[in-house]
């Protein structure tokens, strides 16, 4: 069973830097592509960023370019968002997802907070 675990995420001042982390149990990671997705309270789920299966390509929402990059390291099943500049309108529920067609497989997600 495939599952997704992300951590990483916690109480971050304005500026701050923060990676986040999402682990991959299953044997199939390097055959994926891979997202992070957050839901700020009150608000719909919102995309974040996405990386290719072969890493070499990546793309950012808008409101997150620039500021956020996205990697991935399929030795260790795992992919990362590292998040600098963070703003308090980041503050949110981060959950990565692994999917080919469509998001297939979600992670429970970990809280970020960015103070001011």
């Known amino acids: 069973q495939v599952q997704l675990v992300e951590s990483g995420g916690g109480l971050v001042q304005a500026g701050g830097p923060l990676r986040l982390s999402c682990a991959d149990s299953?044997?199939?990671?390097?055959?994926?592509?891979m997202g992070w997705f957050r839901q700020a309270p009150g608000k719909e789920r919102e995309f974040v960023s996405v990386?290719?299966?072969?890493?070499?390509?990546?793309t950012y929402a808008d409101s997150v370019k620039g500021r956020f990059t996205i990697s991935k390291d399929n030795a260790k099943n795992t992919v990362y968002l590292q998040m600098n500049s963070p703003e308090p309108e980041d503050t949110a529920v981060y959950y990565c997802?692994?999917?080919?067609?469509?998001?297939?497989?979600w992670g429970r997600g970990t809280q970020v907070t960015v103070s001011s």
């Open positions: 997802a692994k999917g080919s067609t469509g998001w297939s497989d």
């Open positions: 299953g044997r199939t990671f390097s055959s994926y592509a």
């Open positions: 990386i290719s299966v072969s890493g070499n390509v990546t």
